[in-house]
């Protein structure tokens, strides 16, 4: 059973900055690639960022240049270093893999359970 496990979620004034980590664990074979959404309330989950097995990284417009996506694939875990806070960040923070279990298996998308970001003052 794979599980992905978020932390680093909290309160931070604008302009702050905020490391977000999502930890794999469980019976893995590969990671592929990574995904961190967010979503506000009535609102549709959107995609923040994404990093390939090959380190190639992907950012919606409204975070480029501000936030970075990066991946230890030693322990399994991926990060995102938000940085100039503003108060439009403000969502739950999603992070989703593409993991094989098997290598005879195709990967399948798991998700983890969100961690809340507010960006106030």
């Known amino acids: 059973q794979v599980q992905l496990v978020e932390s680093g979620g909290g309160l931070v004034q604008p302009g702050g900055s905020l490391r977000l980590s999502c930890a794999a664990s469980g019976s893995m074979f590969r990671i592929y690639t990574w995904y961190w959404y967010r979503q506000v309330p009535g609102k549709q989950r959107e995609l923040v960022a994404a990093?390939?097995?090959?380190?190639?990284?992907n950012y919606a417009g409204s975070v480029k240049g501000r936030f970075t996506i990066s991946r230890d694939n030693a322990k399994n875990t991926m990060y995102l270093q938000m940085n100039s806070l503003k108060p439009e960040d403000t969502a739950v923070y999603y992070c989703?893999?593409?993991?094989?279990?098997?290598?005879?298996?195709?990967?399948?998308?798991?998700w983890g359970q969100g961690t809340q970001v507010t960006v106030s003052s």
């Open positions: 989703n893999a593409a993991i094989s279990t098997d290598q005879t298996m195709g990967a399948l998308l798991y």
């Open positions: 990093i390939t097995s090959g380190g190639s990284t």
